[in-house]
């Protein structure tokens, strides 16, 4: 049996930056909260087929469909893979906020 | 140290000069994804979860100052701040923009360095031993075959457009410190018996979803022959690997088909076919050239066991734990080779802030003949410390975090980027392994544990080496969930073995309790100053799978 669809948005990678961004309105937002949704199947292609549109103008590349709950209206991805994906940022502190407090310290004296 | 010579210098700019071409095709739309996407990954730039990806090419781990203090340059101004060594040796970029990556490129280009043979289906940049050079047993440094196969595989026609990646790996110790049994083909540097120096050939090894220990291929392989040799067993490799399957695509599934003395036979007919081609390792010159450039700096004699080497271990216990836990002996009496850990508590492992790289790059400046070293445990070693100087040394790397006297113990864990960075990973590796690191904090209590490697990967292709960890931890997705599996008993050493599965996997929350279990366990077992991995290799895995799951029994 057929997977039954789920509410989607669509996802890609923009090509100069690299970072996330969902398809909108208006285009490409960092944003998840801004994407455009599809609630059946066709509107799932038909928002697949405009990705396209912008992979060919060379805006972006690899779209795909990621499913979501909607939370007080907010899309949120089931999978967290793309949890993280839209949050733009590792689970963990990096850099020089994931630095050992002693070195912190000393930048801060 | 290697220099680059001329044609290395004009290779490696023109290849930047080639790629920033390339990368401005994609921007304007001359070339499409399809096209650009194979371009990319010759020059070590990927697409991941987040954003680009670019993968710095560090050959044989060995690198100085002034290219440290590049790395960290770039980590500045083009990336956010920091960068992350890996298991390879390398070192990756997590955030570039792909209009930056050709300047990056030259910029990495002026300090002889380059991201080439960092990813796509070539031979990639060989590792070797971080010690190289340095360890006293050592017969031959390896960095001098490894450059002799980067000269040979850089940019080689044949071998271009492999079925799968090719990695090699050089030890010139009995000791390995290469995990070179898990390597398509490792080279072990020996001394057969009329005392001649040449290479025990190792092929077939590998992780990934199909993890293999490598089979011997020649016990004795004449130096002489070392390039004809590697030229027929990849030409063997190419012709009859499969192509129709991607993850039946490495040479261990090749070995492991057709069988070792199979793949042997054909090897060695290859290579009699190649008998009078110019195919020869470099002689007299040429060779004397590269083996000059590894040749030991000139270190100053200084005092065998300076009486303030000790005055000061008496007087901060914290240094004399790091003195005991992170040097090694070194080949020239009054020096010592220091391990960097970059596995501070609580920290992502293998990650060096800009800040951090130059701390030290200046003691590798000062105090380290202006050398660094970065380990396939995702450290880096600074290998000529002399013993009068540890102290210094030791401040200046705890001035920025860097002080962590754990080499080797239960939070030297090595994790892949894991779903936090990685486009293929389906689980969480760096915060699990935070939260074990957070759990055995306590110096007196990793003391306590002695030698104990954990290793995890956020998914089937192995990046955190997790099947060769004392203990595993595989991340996998299971309908949506973070699952871990625990493998006990791998081993990456001269003694290689694949870790063997406890049984049902368990939830990110539960990790750390488990590896808490297992540890308990162990220390109820052990006799004596039994490792972990002895203990292990003793009792066997059934009291620790009772251990770890008795209550579900």
Same mark, same amino acid.
Request: glycine residues 6%; aromatic residues 0%.
């Given at each position: 049996m057929a997977k039954a669809f789920r509410t989607s948005v669509v996802t890609a990678n923009d090509l100069v930056e690299g970072t996330s961004v969902f398809l909108g309105a208006e285009g490409w937002h960092a944003d998840i909260g801004r994407a455009m949704l599809a609630f059946t199947p066709e509107e799932g292609e038909g928002l697949a087929a405009l990705a396209a549109r912008f992979v060919e103008d060379n805006a972006v590349v690899e779209p795909y469909l990621v499913e979501v709950a909607l939370e007080d209206g907010r899309p949120v991805p089931h999978l967290r893979r793309e949890r993280i994906r839209a949050s733009h940022a590792p689970t963990v502190a990096v850099g020089a906020a994931a630095t050992p407090s002693r070195a912190a310290e000393r930048r801060a004296a | 140290m290697y220099r680059y010579d001329e044609f290395d210098h004009r290779l490696v700019a023109e290849r930047a000069g080639e790629f920033r071409a390339q990368v401005a095709r994609r921007l304007d739309g001359s070339l499409t994804e399809d096209e650009f996407k194979p371009l990319r990954l010759m020059n070590g730039l990927y697409l991941q979860l987040h954003a680009y990806m670019l993968r710095v090419a560090i050959p044989y781990g060995t690198l100085d100052g002034r290219q440290m203090r590049r790395l960290a340059e770039i980590a500045e101004r083009w990336d956010r701040g920091y960068g992350h060594f890996t298991t390879r040796q390398n070192i990756q970029f997590n955030w570039p923009k792909l209009k930056d990556v050709p300047d990056i490129l030259d910029a990495l280009a002026e300090v002889e360095m380059h991201a080439i043979q960092t990813s796509g289906n070539c031979i990639r940049n060989v590792t070797s031993d971080p010690l190289s050079g340095v360890a006293? *047993? *050592?017969? *031959? @440094?390896?960095r001098i075959t490894a450059e002799l196969i980067r000269q040979w595989s850089t940019l080689h026609p044949e071998f271009t457009f492999l079925g799968r990646k090719f990695k090699i790996a050089v030890t010139g110790s009995e000791h390995d410190r290469t995990a070179v049994m898990l390597h398509d083909i490792g080279l072990q540097i020996v001394r057969n018996e009329a005392g001649e120096v040449g290479y025990r050939v190792l092929v077939g090894g590998g992780m990934g979803r199909t993890p293999m220990i490598a089979g011997e291929l020649r016990a004795f392989l004449p130096k002489a022959d070392l390039l004809r040799y590697l030229e027929a067993a990849l030409r063997v490799y190419n012709l009859h690997g499969r192509r129709d399957n991607k993850f039946k695509a490495r040479i261990k599934i090749l070995v492991h088909e057709r069988g070792i003395d199979s793949y042997r036979d054909e090897v060695e007919a290859e290579f009699a076919a190649l008998d009078?081609? @110019?195919?020869?390792?470099?002689? @007299?010159e040429e060779l004397a050239r590269i083996t000059a450039y590894f040749a030991p700096p000139a270190l100053p004699e200084r005092e065998e066991a300076p009486a303030v080497l000790e005055r000061v271990k008496r007087q901060d216990p914290g240094f004399a734990r790091w003195v005991g836990q992170n040097t090694h002996p070194h080949r020239v009496p009054g020096y010592t080779a220091v391990t960097v850990s970059l596995k501070p508590i609580g920290a992502p492992p293998g990650d060096a802030t800009a800040e951090q790289m130059r701390a030290m790059a200046e003691v590798a400046e000062r105090y380290s003949a202006d050398e660094l070293r970065v380990t396939h445990e995702q450290n880096v070693v600074l290998p000529h410390v002399a013993l009068a100087d540890l102290y210094q040394v030791y401040r200046g790397l705890a001035a920025v975090g860097l002080d962590a006297a754990n080499r080797g113990l239960v939070t030297d864990i090595i994790a892949c980027p894991g779903l936090d960075y990685c486009a293929l990973a389906t689980a969480r590796s760096i915060p699990v392994a935070q939260e074990i690191q957070k759990r055995f904090a306590s110096p007196e209590r990793q003391a306590e544990i002695g030698p104990l490697s954990i290793k995890i990967s956020g998914c089937i292709n192995a990046c955190g080496h997790h099947h060769v960890g004392h203990i595993g931890i595989l991340g996998l997705d299971k309908a949506g969930v973070e699952s871990y599996q625990i493998t006990l008993g791998g081993d990456a050493t001269e003694t290689a073995a694949l870790g063997q599965r406890t049984g049902p996997g368990f939830s990110y929350d539960q990790v750390p309790g488990v590896i808490g279990t297992l540890v308990e366990r162990y220390l109820e077992l052990r006799q004596g100053r039994e490792t972990f991995l002895q203990t292990y290799r003793r009792v066997g895995m059934e009291p620790f799978k009772e251990a770890l799951y008795a209550d579900a029994a």
């Open positions: - | 006293p *047993e *050592e017969i *031959e @440094d390896p009078g081609s @110019d195919l020869v390792v470099p002689a @007299d």
